[in-house]
């Protein structure tokens, strides 16, 4: 089982939906979560970036964090088409010796129909 | 500002040839991390650079892969007698402290191994 699992899609929705976005993580040692964006062909952009359990809002994104469970969450209000890309959930630790790496979901590919 | 540059963008190369990638950090950065994406995967965490040390290698797959940073700025990751399974987006990530600070990504090297 990889430790962030993230369904990878497609998901397509019409212009102007709320789109939900999820990944589940299973190491409890995982202390903030990233939701990233990627453009095909370039390198992921950061999105959101959160430590705590709660809703973290920024313009039209939303992002949600339960510890208990498990569970990351991002909302995107009103999609736009140039929000059509591949969004990548991030959970990472801090280990007294130093940072961790990320761990990554697989991404899912977000299409917004116009 | 610059973001994180990575050069070349594009090797391709035969089996059993040797090569390395170059990754230029945001100015400023003391962490630098190295990632490798697979196609439809997201980010998988290789090395993590505290200055001139490498705090971190549990990700290199195996020894053929080794990576310097020798005066705490630029980094450059070598692959020895590469396999066509390294073939893979190799992406660069940079940020101003290490632990729980942003990172930001390069726009990766594509390496195909042919």
Excluded at chain 1, 87 to 93: P, R
Excluded at chain 2, 14 to 30: A, F, Q
Excluded at chain 2, 64 to 74: C, D, K, L, Q
Aim: hydrophobic residues 30%; proline residues 5%; neutral net charge.
């Amino acid at each position: 089982q990889k430790e962030v699992e993230q369904d990878p899609g497609p998901l397509s929705v019409p212009e102007g939906a709320i789109v939900s976005l999820n990944c589940t993580y299973s190491n409890s040692a995982f202390q903030y979560f990233m939701w990233y964006r990627q453009y095909s062909r370039k390198g992921p952009e950061l999105l959101m970036y959160t430590y705590s359990s709660g809703n973290k809002e920024d313009g039209r994104f939303t992002a949600q964090v339960d510890k208990s469970s498990k569970y990351i969450s991002l909302f995107i209000r009103d999609s736009q088409p140039s929000d059509s890309a591949t969004y990548l959930c991030a959970s990472g630790g801090y280990s007294g010796g130093g940072a961790d790496g990320l761990t990554f979901g697989k991404g899912t590919h977000l299409i917004i129909q116009p | 500002g610059a973001g994180v540059s990575q050069t070349p963008s594009n090797k391709v190369t035969e089996k059993g040839k040797y090569v390395e990638l170059r990754c230029d950090p945001i100015s400023g950065h003391t962490a630098l991390y190295w990632y490798r994406q697979s196609l439809g995967q997201g980010p998988e965490f290789l090395i993590y650079f505290q200055g001139t040390g490498a705090a971190d290698d549990s990700g290199l797959p195996n020894d053929r892969f080794f990576a310097v940073r020798p005066e705490g700025s630029v980094s450059t990751l070598k692959i020895q007698r590469t396999e066509r399974g390294d073939s893979a987006v190799y992406l660069c990530a940079s940020s101003l402290l290490a632990g729980y600070d942003t990172q930001y990504f390069g726009p990766g090297t594509r390496l195909t191994v042919l």
